[in-house]
T-cell receptor, first 109, second 115 residues
Framework: SQQGEEDPQALSIQEGENATMNCSYKTSINNLQWYRQNSGRGLVHLILIRSNEREKHSGRLRVTLDTSKKSSSLLITASRAADTASYFCGGGSNYKLTFGKGTLLTVNP | DADVTQTPRNRITKTGKRIMLECSQTKGHDRMYWYRQDPGLGLRLIYYSFDVKDINKGEISDGYSVSRQAQAKFSLSLESAIPNQTALYFC??????????????FGPGTRLLVL
């Protein structure tokens, strides 16, 4: 079963706009990670937030974690066409990850 | 990640055939993982290994087996392939040491079609 469920399944925005993706998870986690996948390629790690953290930033990425609601959000600011990809959240526990189904982000130039 | 390689990159096989997908890494990581990805279902863990002598079943291990031949090599076998094993397969690694133990590094994937 999927640990994370991303929302929305697909998101289309214009270049320069912000993109927000949400993730809900089911069981206890030690950390929540976000990965990016370009079409047909392997996943690339973007950012990790630990269960005792509430917010984390990395460049144009901002991740929040609400353990009481078992949810996380990924914000990409000032999006670029090159940000077009699928984004997956993964709940981490005991050095394993359980992934959601992903959000397909399309950034239109 | 170029340090994690998978062979073959694409494979077409027939129902009932035995096939092996191979994964090699030059990252020196102890932990290795096999996932499959199906459209609309995300990635699901098939098997994982935390060192050469430690092999564990993941979420969907039925119909698959693995071999950890060395720290750097982790192979996935389909003993008798069936059409619903058609998917994109990914190998991943993670480091036992350091500050990024939970981060996984993925190979480029193997696209498998079972006819």
């Amino acid at each position: 079963s999927q640990q994370g469920e991303e929302d929305p399944q697909a998101l289309s925005i214009q270049e320069g706009e912000n993109a927000t993706m949400n993730c809900s998870y089911k069981t206890s986690i030690n950390n929540l990670q976000w990965y990016r996948q370009n079409s047909g390629r392997g996943l690339v790690h973007l950012i990790l937030i630990r269960s005792n953290e509430r917010e984390k930033h990395s460049g144009r990425l901002r991740v929040t974690l609400d353990t009481s609601k078992k949810s996380s959000s990924l914000l990409i600011t000032a999006s670029r066409a090159a940000d077009t990809a699928s984004y997956f959240c993964g709940g981490g526990s005991n050095y394993k990850l359980t992934f959601g189904k992903g959000t397909l982000l399309t950034v239109n130039p | 990640d170029a340090d994690v390689t998978q062979t073959p990159r694409n494979r077409i096989t027939k129902t009932g055939k035995r096939i092996m997908l191979e994964c090699s890494q030059t990252k020196g990581h102890d932990r290795m993982y096999w996932y499959r990805q199906d459209p609309g279902l995300g990635l699901r863990l098939i098997y994982y290994s935390f060192d050469v002598k430690d092999i564990n079943k993941g979420e969907i291990s039925d119909g698959y087996s693995v071999s950890r031949q060395a720290q750097a090599k982790f192979s996935l076998s389909l003993e008798s392939a069936i059409p619903n094993q058609t998917a994109l397969y990914f190998c991943a690694t993670s480091d036992l040491r350091g500050d990024h133990q939970e981060t996984q590094y993925f190979g480029p994937g193997t696209r498998l079609l079972v006819l």
